[in-house]
C-alpha cells in the first residue's frame, strides 16, 4: 500500500528586468518553469499527465525526485490541484539575487527562486 | 458550476530610494501596483469592477491569470476583500535585490517584489 | 456600524552596519520608526493615542492609510496591543539589500525592510 | 498582577564565509549570539538565569527590551523553554546580504539577520 | 524519561550559477547536505541510522547540536520521516546573496541558505 501522506514542494525560479527605462513599469509575475519535488508517487497522484518526468525517467513509486516540472506555468493551477488532492499549504519562501547586466541594456537581471511546501496527513 | 474552492496571489513591485541623506529618513512603503494571479472566475467574484484585466483580456472563467491588477493601491484593501469573500491568508514571502544607481543622484534603488498566497475551501 | 474585521500591517525598516570592525559584534535590532497600514478606523481603535497621524491627516473612518506609524518603538509592545484587541498574527516577510558605503568609514549600511500581517475576524 | 498574554521575539545574525575554497564544503549554522525581545517580565519568566540583562539593566517588568541575549547559543533549546512555558512559534523571517571581502583571503562574509515570533495566549 | 517534546530544524545551502548560457534554462533545486539541529535525542529517534553525528560526535541525549546532516539529500525526504514521528512543520526561512565569480566563466554563483522548523507537543 503506497503511503497517503507526505509532502510535496512547488518551486520557480522567476526573473526581472531592471532597466532604467523598466523600472517605472510594473513587471507581471513571470514563471517559466513550475518543479515539483517529493515521492514519486504522491507527485504522479496529483498532478498525473500535465507532469513532465523525463529529467528524472524510472524513478520507483517509493523513490524521491526534484527534477519533475510542471506542463503549464500558473502557479495557482498547481496549487488548485494539490489542494484538490487534499494537501494544504503548511509554508513558503523566497530568496533573490541580482545577477550580470546585459552587455548592451545594462539592465540588470534579478533572478529569484521561490518555493510553497504542502502537506497531507 | 464554477467551482468556488481555489488559490488566489495577491503581489506588488515596491521601490526605495536609498540616497546618502535619505538613509535616516523613514520611507512609507509604496505599491505602485496590485497584481492579482489566479482563476479568472474567482478574481472577478473577489474583486468585481475595483479589477483591471486589460491585460489579459478575454480569459474563460476556468482559465488562470497572473495579468489582472487592482484599481486601488491598499494592501489591505485587497485583503479586507478576500477575507469578506471566505478567503484566508496561508503564506506570503518576499524578495529584493538592489539595482542601479541613478546617474544626476548616485541614489540607489532598491526594488522589492512582496506575495500573499489566499486560499478559499 | 464600523466594520470590526479586517486586517493591520505592520512594518519597519532596520539598518546596521557592516564595518570591518564590528563585524564580529553583535548588534541588536534596531527599529527608527514603526509604520502602520490599514483601515484608519481600525488602527485608531487599537492604538488610540500612541498612533502619530501627522501625515495622513483628515482620513475618513472607512478609508485606508500607510502613512500612520506610532510614537513608540517596540515591535513586541505593537504585537501585545493588536492581540489585546483580537488580532491574530498571520504572516511575516523580510527583505533586504546592501547599500552604498559612508565615504570615511568605508562601512556598508544594509537596509531591511520587515512586515507583519495581523488579522481580526 | 503582570499580564501573561505576550510576543517574545528571538533573533540571531549570522555570518558564513564565501571563499573559493569553501564554496564546496557545507558550512553549519552558526549562531554568535541569540538575542531576546519583548516584556521583560515575559522574557524573565522564560529563561530566568540563562538570561543576560546586561546590555539593558534596571528594566521595570511591565516594559520592552531588545537588548536582552541569551548565555546559550542552541536556537533550538530557546524553542524548547518558549514552548515548555506555553508559547507557539506563530511566524518567523530572513534577511541577508553580501558585505565586504577580507583584504587578505578575498573572501566574502554573507551576513543574515533571522528571527522567530512567539506568542502565548 | 527523556523529554517526547521539542523543535527540530532542516537546513541546507543551496547553490545556482546564473551564467551568460543558463540565464534561460530552469535550473532544478540542488541540496548539497541536509543539516539537523535540535535535541540529539530527538534527532536520533527521528532519523535513526540516515544520521551522520561525525562532526558533532559524544553528545549526550539531552544536549542540543546545530551539526548532525543526513545521509541522503532529499528535503521531502526528511520532512516526511518528521511527520511520521509526529513533528508539524510549523514555519521556513530563506536568505540569499550573490558570491564571487569564477575566474574562467565569469558566471556568479548564487548561495542561498533555507530553513525549515518543525515542533512536536
Not at 518543479?35 to 507532469?51: I, N, P, Q, R, Y
Not at 524510472?58 to 484538490?84: C, G
Request: aromatic fraction near 14%; include cysteine; glycine fraction near 6%.
Amino acid at each position: 500500500d503506497i503511503r497517503r501522506s507526505g509532502f510535496i514542494t512547488i518551486g520557480y525560479r522567476g526573473s526581472y528586468t531592471l532597466g532604467r527605462d523598466s523600472q517605472t513599469d510594473a513587471k507581471f509575475r513571470r514563471v517559466a518553469r513550475i518543479m515539483v519535488c517529493g515521492k514519486t508517487s504522491l507527485a504522479k497522484e496529483v498532478f498525473g499527465d500535465t507532469l513532465n518526468e523525463s529529467r528524472d525517467p524510472d524513478r520507483p513509486p517509493e523513490r524521491y525526485t526534484s527534477r519533475y516540472y510542471l506542463k503549464f506555468t500558473f502557479l495557482e493551477q498547481a496549487f488548485d490541484k494539490l489542494a484538490d488532492a487534499g494537501f494544504h499549504m503548511v509554508a513558503c519562501n523566497s530568496t533573490g539575487t541580482c545577477a550580470f547586466a546585459h552587455d548592451q541594456t545594462d539592465d540588470k537581471i534579478w533572478t529569484s527562486y521561490t518555493e510553497y511546501v504542502f502537506y497531507r496527513e
